[in-house]
């Protein structure tokens, strides 16, 4: 992070002046740090609710898929990209002279700010970086950190269970609470069987159910009956995936959720 | 009007005409011999009496319509014995025997103490009581077909059709299995054998349909039919036909010269 | 006949086996569950989480193993004695990835989510066509090389279009999911995807239970089969059927879980005197017993992986496969 975090910076006169983004990360940064006019594309994941925080912001910019040929037609002077985007790709683009700048998802909130200050400066937009940061830790503080002995689990579909070494679990551990998936051995994304989640019954159960009904296969163990009753003595919260995907000021909100539900808890409010 | 009354019988594969008008009657205790060239439509006959084909004109069997039969009622009225010999799984010669027995079980049921019988008197009459427990698909050719035949005979049908049950017999067991054919036939069964072995034919017969491109071109005794002119006729040989013991013997010489 | 009564040992002994498993069954899986308790809040449920566990998630996973593992038995071997191929199974044949292929279309079209039976209806579609495509290929005198090779292009199509079907699809999970309906799992399925499917696999069950005897008499190829008494016709209508009705639910709740229908007739077998009728139950209970145990050794083996049930399966039929493959080509030349 450190290294990257060194990565050349942009003065205002050398701005760049045609910013295009490929990642649903970098897309979310850029649009809440780019001057008007300077983002031209963002990728197409960016205006899908099921990825993005800020989809409907996404839809004032055109998008782009993510392939070389597309990007080198917009003739940008700056990509932005993921790392976990196509090696090919970026390595295609570089190679044809084009500035590429890869961003690692935000797994802390240390990460949110770095990346906010690294978008800014490659952007040229160092004093709106550093307000965006500074109110985001102004909320932070408002927010306080109490710890509660409370457990939360954050389970998406087909029984995966987000822990150590992902956003939700740095929020978890914002919020004060103790994440169920630490407590199970999950690092990164694990599968936890719906029986071992049933025989943990987490004071505080987060789901990504978009609350659409059963689409994919995999959504079924939100309808499962065994999860059903869990989810009913559990107080239970359902923040859709584009929370846990990338962070950002946004992330805060889930933060604040997780806190408003476990003094609901502690408060005896339904 | 008893035995098998086949009237105006005709079949079709496509456009052509397989069997053409085919009328003939076999009555109680006959042993009737179906002769004729490769493709005369020998086996079609049978295939068509058994229901397999598609067929025109009028089949019945001691008054009853053939095609109105249900498929079971047929089933232990006409055992039919393919020329395909067939066998998918190795199974053991007595199951495969006792498959004869099909039509007579009730769903479900064992088989029952007559069931027993009759398929140890069909595996007696075709000697292979002795490979009982004999995958059938181990068997040597003469055996295999020999355990065949008895699932025929174990069906216990008082009409029998036979397509070249003899072919791959050694002389020893052609014999026996016409004999056997012919008990049956004293024991009131009529029995329809497809056969091209002409000296078996008319030594043990008692009738001969001589089948030529989809007609029955004579039907009468074996001297009758068998006779020199028909056989450089029909097949293009020439043969030694005798007389020994009151029985017609006959024995294909060569090819008609053509002149 | 002797053969008669070793049968029945075999069917008992096979139906101790099933019942033993299914206990296993119940007693695995990754929470760390007393078994006593556990058996006790079988018989008197309480409001314990650990009912919920044994009553919701446990029972339903071991019934459905047994329930599929008898399914796919039993329409293995019927199928290898209504194609007289022991090469014929419904995952080889493409019928699996078919019944795969109509669940994944009424999940993705949202069908599923309005009308919770067309789940299992499309399935049996998926797996109907498959059969009837078979016939029009391969037909009942197909030789044992076109029937699979039929078998092989209809899996690889309703394996693609299973793909395409996932990759359009706008969730983040379903290009996942593909794995789930190419291989089969039992985890985390519920009471709701028993009563889905048992009625269909009963159905399917009767209609292929009762075809014992005419699979025997077509031991010796259709027209004696005929002459016999057996009807080739309603035999190919019920065992199409049968075998569609059984897979198709199979499919519809677990995905496609390949070998089980091939391994197990062909072990039995030698053991029923190669009689298709015999073979019939023990095929079931065969079955049953197969999935059951593989179902165990999947949360065994990686209990916190869901590692899928058809990977197991595979690993044991595929080489078996070959080695069938080797002695069905040894036994033609």
């Keep these: 992070m450190v290294a990257l975090a060194a990565a050349p910076t942009a003065s205002a006169e050398t701005m760049p002046q045609r910013v295009v983004s490929m990642n649903v990360c970098t897309d979310q940064l850029a649009m809440l740090l780019a001057a008007d006019g300077q983002l031209i594309s963002v990728s197409s994941l960016a205006r899908d609710a099921d990825y993005s925080m800020l989809a409907e912001d996404a839809a004032a910019y055109p998008i782009n898929y993510g392939r070389a040929e597309e990007i080198h037609q917009l003739s940008p002077d700056l990509v932005l990209a993921g790392t976990f985007t196509t090696r090919s790709t970026v390595a295609m683009l570089r190679r044809l002279g084009i500035h590429v700048e890869e961003f690692a998802p935000e797994t802390s909130l240390d990460d949110i700010r770095s990346n906010l200050q690294r978008m800014g400066s490659l952007l040229g937009r160092e004093d709106e970086a550093a307000e965006l940061v500074a109110a985001f830790d102004t909320r932070l503080a408002g927010l306080g950190s109490d710890r509660s002995d409370l457990d939360v689990a954050i389970y998406e579909p087909d029984s995966y269970a987000l822990g150590p070494g992902t956003l939700a679990h740095a929020v978890v551990e914002a919020a004060g609470l103790t994440n169920v998936a630490d407590a199970l051995g999950v690092t990164g994304m694990g599968r936890v069987p719906l029986e071992v989640m049933v025989m943990q019954a987490p004071d505080i159960l987060v789901t990504t159910d978009d609350g659409d009904g059963v689409r994919v296969r995999a959504e079924e163990n939100f309808a499962h009956p065994a999860f059903r009753r869990v989810a009913a003595t559990s107080r239970t919260l359902s923040l859709p995936g584009p929370h846990w995907v990338c962070g950002g000021p946004f992330t805060l909100d889930a933060i604040e959720l997780l806190q408003n539900a476990a003094a609901d808890i502690a408060d005896g409010r339904p | ?259 | 006949m002797r053969r008669a009564a070793g049968t029945k040992v075999l069917l008992g002994g096979l139906s101790l086996l099933v019942l033993m498993l299914f206990f296993l069954s119940l007693l695995t899986g990754p929470a760390d569950l007393s078994p006593v308790d556990s058996l006790r809040v079988l018989v008197s449920p309480d409001e314990s989480a650990l009912t919920l566990v044994m009553w919701e998630i446990r029972l339903p996973r071991a019934l459905l193993g047994l329930m599929i593992g008898a399914s796919l038995g039993l329409s293995g071997a019927v199928l290898q004695g209504y194609l007289r191929n022991p090469l014929a199974e419904p995952g080889l044949l493409g019928v699996s990835a078919s019944a795969s292929l109509g669940a994944v279309i009424a999940i993705h079209s949202g069908l599923a989510a309005a009308f919770a039976l067309s789940l299992p209806l499309m399935a049996l579609l998926g797996a109907l066509a498959s059969v009837l495509a078979l016939h029009l290929f391969a037909g009942r005198t197909g030789s044992a090389l076109t029937v699979i090779l039929a078998g092989v292009a209809l899996s690889s199509l309703a394996g693609a279009m299973t793909s395409l079907v996932l990759n359009l699809s706008s969730n983040p999970f379903a290009a996942l999911e593909i794995v789930f309906w190419m291989l089969g799992s039992l985890a985390d399925r519920s009471m709701v995807h028993v009563y889905l499917a048992a009625p269909f696999m009963l159905a399917g069950g009767a209609l292929l239970a009762g075809l014992g005897r005419m699979l025997d008499t077509l031991t010796l190829g259709p027209d004696t089969a005929a002459s016999m008494g057996t009807s080739m016709r309603r035999l190919g209508v019920l065992a199409t059927f049968g075998t569609a009705l059984s897979v198709g639910a199979a499919a519809a709740v677990a995905g496609a879980i390949g070998f089980v229908g091939l391994i197990v007739p062909h072990l039995l077998r030698p053991l029923v005197g190669s009689q298709p009728s015999r073979l019939l139950p023990a095929s079931a209970l065969g079955g049953a017993c197969l999935l059951l145990a593989a179902d165990v050794a999947v949360r065994l083996i990686a209990p916190e992986r869901d590692l899928k049930l058809g990977v197991l399966t595979a690993a044991i039929g595929a080489p078996f496969f070959l080695w069938l493959v080797i002695k069905h080509r040894r036994s033609a030349a």
């Design chain 2, 1 to 259: 009007m008893s035995g098998l009354v086949v009237q105006n019988l005709s079949v079709r594969l496509g456009r052509r005409a397989v069997l053409d008008g085919v009328s003939f009657t076999a009555t109680k205790g006959e042993l009737i011999g179906l002769v004729g060239v490769n493709g005369a439509g020998k086996s079609t006959l049978l295939r068509a009496l058994v229901g397999l084909l598609p067929s025109d004109g009028s089949m019945e069997f001691d008054g009853v319509d053939l095609r109105r039969m249900k498929a079971g009622e047929r089933a232990r009225r006409i055992a039919y014995l393919p020329q395909e010999r067939e066998i998918a799984w190795p199974i053991a010669v007595a199951d495969l025997v006792a498959l004869g027995r099909t039509p007579h079980r009730k769903p479900f049921a064992p088989l029952a103490h007559t069931d027993l019988e009759a398929i140890d008197r069909a595996m007696a009459r075709m000697d292979v009581e002795h490979l009982r427990a004999v995958p059938a698909t181990e068997l040597s050719g003469g055996e295999r077909a020999r355990a065949l035949i008895a699932r025929a005979l174990a069906q216990e049908a008082p009409l029998l059709l036979v397509d070249e049950p003899t072919a791959g017999l050694d002389p020893g067991h052609q014999i026996d299995l016409m004999q056997v054919l012919t008990d049956l036939t004293t024991a009131g069964t009529t029995v329809l054998v497809c056969i091209h072995d002409l000296a078996l034919a008319a030594r043990w017969c008692s009738r001969i349909l001589l089948v030529d491109a989809g007609t029955i071109k004579a039907d009468g005794l074996p001297e009758d039919v068998l006779s020199h002119e028909m056989l450089g006729s029909i097949y293009g040989i020439t043969a030694h036909i005798a007389e020994v013991d009151g029985r017609t013997i006959i024995q294909p010489l060569g090819r008609v010269q053509t002149v």
